[in-house]
C-alpha cells in the first residue's frame, strides 16, 4: 500500500452530486474564461498563447469529466467482460481538436471563441503531440482507442507514460539530429494523477522454495528492489456516444522506505541515487520502430508495464465480493500489442500460483483463456528474444515459470512428434547456444487462445513461414485481423472540407459507418462533383505548400502533382527506390526527354532510429539529392523535391489530405501491413504500391484500374533471391545505368565524396534483403503510367473519389469489431 492515507475520506453523496454542464457558445465562453483567469491565474498581461490553449482544454476536459464517471459506473453495474490492449505505446498526437469532434463542441466553441476574440486553429496549434510511439504499432493503438469507445466497448489502455517521447528530429546540413522531447514540461491538462491506485512492482532479488503447512510447495520471491507504478488516466471520449474510455499510463516512483535505510547509514546522496535508478523505467520511449535492442532497461519497462497493469486489474477484479479468480477469465482478456508485453504470460502465472495460492493448471487455463497475442512484423531483427541470464537477475522468479511452461509445452511437442529432436529445438522457447535467448513470441503463441497477423497476406506468411511449426500443432490459434485507422481523426477532423462536402452528399453516417462512402461511387462521373472535389484538394495543396515553404524554404505550386511518402526511414520500405526515381526524372528533365512527365513536387519524411546508421544516410542523400535538384535553375517547377523534418502525428493532419500519389513501395513480404496507406486513401490519393501488407486488400477494395501496382509479389521476391544480380540489371537497363552513374559521380555530394558509398555497394549487392534494382524498372514504368494518367485531371479526379469511396474497409471501427467478434467477445455498454 502507498504511504499516503488516500482512503480516509469517503465523499458525501451531497459533495458528489453535480449540475451537468452547459454546452452552448455562452457556457463555454464564460468557462473559457473563469479557467483563464481563476484555474490558472492569468491576465491582460499574459503573453503566451499556452495558457489560453490550456483555459481551452480545461473547458473541454470539464466536459469530458461526468460521461467519464458514468461509463465506469455503467461498466460495473453490468458488471460486463472488460478487454485491456497492453501497449508499450500509444501514439495520441494531440487531443484537444479529436475531443471537440467527438463531444460535438466544435461549432459552439467557435462560436464562443469569435465572442472572445480568439483563433481557433492558433490555439490547436500550440498543443504538444503526446508522441508516446514510434510509428504504426503505436498509432494503430491510439486508433483502435478511439473505435472502442465509440463502440461503446467496455476496453481500457494500458501503456507507460515516458517523461520523454519519440524524439525531435532535426536537420543540420541534411544529417538527422535528435533532439529529446519533453512533451510534459509545460503540464498535460488531459491526464489526471490516480496515486491512490499506485501499485508495487519487484526487480531482481531471489526466489524461495518453501512448503506451507499442507505440505504444498510455496515460491516467495525476496530481497527484491522495489518501484512504484503512480497511474494517469487519460479520457478516451467515443464519436457523441456518451461513452468515455481510460488510458491509464503507468509513471515509475521510488518507494519511500530506502530513503530512512540509506539514511541512516549516512549515504543520503546515494539514497537520492537510487531513487533516480527507479524514476529512469519510465523516462523514455525506446526509438527504434522493428528492430530489437536488448537492453536491460527496454525489459524492465516491459516487466514494469505488465506487472503494474496485471496486479491493478486483478485488484479491482477482487475488490467485489462476489468474485472470485475461478471467474476471472470469463470477465476479463488481454490483448497483447506485439511481444513488448509477453512478459505478462509469467507474470499473471507468478501472481496467480505466488500471491493467490493457485496451482499450476488452474493457473494456466486462465492465462491460455484471457490472453490473445497480435504479431506486427515478419522481419527477423524485430523479434524480440531476452538473454537468460538478464532474466536470471532481473525477474528470477519468471525465468522458473518460462522453463516450466517450456517443459511442459516440449513434452506435449515430443509426445505428438516422437523423435524429432530438430522440431524441439525449433520449437523451444529458449534458443540454445553461447548466451541462450527467451524467444518471446513463441512464448506468445504458447501462452495465447488466438494469434493474428494484421493483413491478409501478412497473416498467411506467419502461418506459412514465420511460426509454421505453431500453426501445424494449433490451426485454430492462427487468425487475421486486417489493420484499419479512425476516420474520426484521420477524415472528419483533419480534412474538414472534404467532410463536409461528402456529408452534404451522402450524409454523415459515414463517420461511424465507413462503408457508406461506397455512396461516393456514383458521383465519380458527376462534373461539378468532381470540380467541387478537385478545388478542396486544391486547398488542401495550398495549406501544404504554405508550411513546405515555411519549413524546408521551397516553393511547392499545387497545380503539380503531390507524390508523398512519409514513415519511419528503412531499408525495407524502399526510400531509396524512391530517390532512383526522382533522379531518374530529373536525368529526364536535364536531357530534355521530358514528353509526359507532369510537374511534381515530391516529399518525403519521417525518422531514422538513432542507432541505424544506412537509415541515417538514406535521410543524408534525400537531403542533398534535393537541395542539388531543387538549386539547378534549369529544373524550375518540372520537380521540387524536400525531406519534411520531425514527421509525426500532427504532421500526417495536414500533410495526407494534400496528397495526390501515395508512395507505399516496401518489398514485398516485408511490410505487414501499413497504416499511412490507409490514410492516404481516405483522403483520396491514388497509391503507386507494391503488392504487400494492406496494399493489397485496398487494391482489391478500389479495383485494379484505380492502383498503380508494380513489382514483384512476395513469391516472387523468394524465388528471385536465389539468383538476384543487380549489376547485370543495372547494366542491361540504360536508364537504371545513368542513375547509377549520376550517384557514383559524386555530383550529389561533391562536398562530402564518397559518403554515398555504403548506400551504391548495397544496391549492387546480390544479397541486397530488398532487391530495390529488381523493382527499378516496373516502378519507373508505373510512374509513367502516373503521369499520363494525372494530365487527365477529370480522369484523375473521378479515381480520386473511387479511392475515398473504396476506404470503408480500413476503418479501426471494423478491425476493431472483427476482434470482439472472434476473440474478445464483449457487449457494447450504453453509458
Ligand atoms: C518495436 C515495432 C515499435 C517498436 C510494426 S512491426 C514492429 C513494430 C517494433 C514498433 N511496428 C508495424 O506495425 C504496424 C501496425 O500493425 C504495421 O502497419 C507495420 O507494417 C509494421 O511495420
Known amino acids: ?194 496515486p491512490e491506485h499506485t501499485i508495487r512492482v519487484q526487480f531482481g532479488g531471489r526466489c524461495e522454495h518453501t512448503h506451507d503447512d499442507h505440505g504444498r510447495h510455496r515460491v516467495r520471491w525476496i530481497d527484491t528492489h522495489d518501484v512504484l507504478a503512480v497511474p494517469y488516466d487519460t479520457p478516451i471520449p467515443g464519436y457523441r456516444n456518451g461513452t468515455v474510455n481510460t488510458l491509464r499510463l503507468w509513471k515509475a516512483a521510488a518507494t519511500d522506505e530506502f530513503k530512512l535505510d540509506e539514511f541512516h547509514a549516512g549515504a543520503y546522496p546515494e539514497s537520492v541515487a537510487a531513487k533516480n535508478a527507479a524514476e529512469n523505467i519510465t523516462m523514455v520511449l525506446y526509438p527504434n520502430d522493428a528492430s530489437e535492442n536488448g537492453k536491460e532497461l527496454r525489459l524492465r519497462q516491459q516487466y514494469f508495464l505488465a506487472s503494474a497493469t496485471l496486479q491493478d486489474i486483478l485488484r479491482r477484479w477482487l475488490a467485489r465480493p462476489h468474485r472470485k479468480l475461478s471467474n476471472f477469465a470469463e470477465k476479463n482478456c488481454f490483448q497483447l500489442n506485439d511481444t513488448h508485453p509477453t512478459i505478462a504470460v509469467a507474470e499473471l502465472m507468478r501472481l496467480l500460483m505466488d500471491e493467490h495460492d493457485m496451482q499450476w493448471d488452474e493457473a494456466w487455463a486462465i492465462v491460455t483463456q484471457s490472453m490473445a497475442y497480435t504479431n506486427h512484423t515478419l522481419l527477423p531483427e524485430a523479434l524480440e528474444r531476452w538473454p537468460v541470464r538478464l532474466f536470471a537477475n532481473l525477474l528470477p522468479r519468471h525465468l522458473e515459470i518460462i522453463y516450466e511452461i517450456n517443459g511442459r509445452f516440449l513434452a506435449d511437442i515430443a509426445q505428438r512428434w516422437p523423435d524429432d529432436a530438430a522440431r524441439l529445438q525449433r520449437m523451444s522457447l529458449i534458443e540454445d547456444g553461447p548466451d541462450p535467448q527467451i ?132 531499408e525495407y520500405k524502399r526510400q531509396l527506390l524512391n530517390v532512383l526515381h526522382i533522379i531518374h526524372r530529373y536525368d529526364r528533365l536535364l536531357r530534355g526527354d521530358d514528353q509526359g512527365l507532369v510537374n511534381r513536387c515530391i516529399l518525403i519524411g519521417g525518422k531514422a532510429a538513432p542507432g541505424y546508421v544506412r537509415a541515417k544516410e538514406i535521410i543524408k542523400l534525400i537531403n542533398n539529392v534535393a537541395a542539388h535538384i531543387n538549386g539547378d535553375t534549369r529544373i524550375g517547377e518540372r520537380l521540387r523535391v524536400v525531406f519534411f523534418p520531425d514527421f509525426r502525428v500532427t504532421a500526417m493532419e495536414l500533410i495526407c489530405p494534400a496528397a495526390d500519389l501515395s508512395e ?56 528471385r533471391r536465389k539468383h538476384y544480380d543487380p549489376n547485370t540489371i543495372i547494366a542491361e537497363d540504360d536508364d537504371l545505368k545513368r542513375v547509377m552513374g549520376m550517384l557514383e559521380s559524386g555530383d550529389f555530394n561533391a562536398q562530402e565524396p564518397g559518403i554515398f558509398d555504403p548506400i551504391i555497394h548495397a544496391i549492387r549487392d546480390p544479397h541486397d534483403p530488398w532487391m530495390t534494382a529488381a523493382d527499378f524498372r516496373s516502378y519507373i514504368d508505373t510512374q509513367m503510367r502516373v503521369d499520363q494518367c494525372y494530365q487527365d485531371q477529370a480522369q484523375w479526379t473521378r479515381m480520386s473519389i473511387l479511392n475515398t469511396a473504396a476506404s470503408g474497409r480500413f476503418s479501426s471501427d471494423r478491425t476493431i469489431s472483427d476482434y470482439n467478434q472472434e476473440i474478445w467477445k464483449l457487449e457494447p455498454i450504453k453509458a
Open 664 to 719: 507505399q513501395i516496401s518489398t514485398a513480404g516485408k511490410e505487414a501491413s501499413g497504416t499511412g496507406n490507409m490514410k492516404f486513401m481516405l483522403n483520396g490519393a491514388l497509391t503507386i504500391g507494391t503488392l504487400d501488407g494492406a496494399n493489397i486488400e485496398m487494391r482489391e477494395q478500389v479495383g485494379e484500374e484505380n492502383f498503380f501496382t508494380f513489382g514483384l509479389t512476395a513469391e516472387e521476391v523468394l524465388k
Open 439 to 570: 524467444r518471446m513470441a513463441y512464448l506468445a503463441l504458447v501462452a495465447c487462445h488466438k494469434v493474428n497477423g494484421v493483413a491478409a497476406l501478412h497473416s498467411r506468411l506467419i502461418q506459412q513461414h514465420l511460426f509454421a511449426d505453431f500453426y501445424a500443432l494449433w490451426p485454430e490459434k492462427f487468425t487475421n485481423k486486417t489493420n484499419g485507422v479512425t476516420q474520426r481523426r484521420w477524415l472528419a477532423a483533419c480534412n474538414p472540407k472534404l467532410t463536409t462536402l461528402i456529408g452534404q452528399h451522402i450524409g454523415e453516417d459515414f463517420i461511424t459507418q465507413l462503408d457508406r462512402l461506397r455512396d461516393l461511387r456514383g458521383l465519380a462521373d458527376d462534373p461539378a462533383f468532381q470540380r467541387q472535389w478537385h478545388e478542396i484538394k486544391f486547398a488542401n495543396k495550398q495549406a501544404l505548400a504554405a508550411r513546405v515553404a515555411s519549413e524546408c524554404g521551397v516553393q511547392f505550386d499545387p497545380q503539380a502533382l503531390f507524390d508523398i511518402q512519409v514513415k519511419r526511414i528503412h
Open 1 to 194: 500500500m502507498p504511504q499516503r492515507p488516500f482512503q480516509s475520506s469517503q465523499p458525501s453523496p451531497e459533495f458528489t452530486e453535480v449540475t451537468p454542464l452547459g454546452h452552448d457558445a455562452q457556457s463555454l465562453a464564460d468557462d473559457l474564461r473563469r479557467h483563464f483567469n481563476w484555474t490558472l491565474g492569468r491576465d491582460r498581461h499574459c503573453r503566451s498563447v499556452y495558457y489560453t490553449y490550456t483555459a481551452l482544454a480545461y473547458t473541454v476536459r470539464d466536459r469530458l469529466m461526468a460521461r467519464w464517471r458514468d461509463t465506469r459506473q455503467a461498466y460495473e453495474e453490468a458488471d460486463c467482460r472488460r478487454a485491456y490492449y497492453l501497449s508499450l505505446e500509444f501514439l495520441m498526437g494531440r487531443t484537444l481538436n479529436n475531443a471537440l469532434l467527438n463531444l460535438g463542441l466544435d461549432q459552439p466553441m467557435q462560436t464562443a471563441l469569435q465572442q472572445l476574440g480568439l483563433q481557433l486553429e492558433e490555439l490547436l496549434d500550440a498543443e504538444h503531440d503526446a508522441g508516446l510511439g514510434n510509428g504504426g504499432l503505436g498509432r494503430l493503438a491510439a486508433c483502435f482507442l478511439d473505435s472502442c469507445a465509440t463502440l461503446q466497448l467496455p476496453v481500457m489502455g494500458y501503456g507507460i507514460r515516458y517523461e520523454y517521447g519519440m524524439f525531435r528530429q532535426r536537420l543540420r546540413k541534411g544529417y538527422q539530429v535528435e533532439e529529446p522531447d519533453h512533451w510534459l514540461r509545460d503540464g498535460n491538462p488531459w491526464e489526471l494523477e490516480r
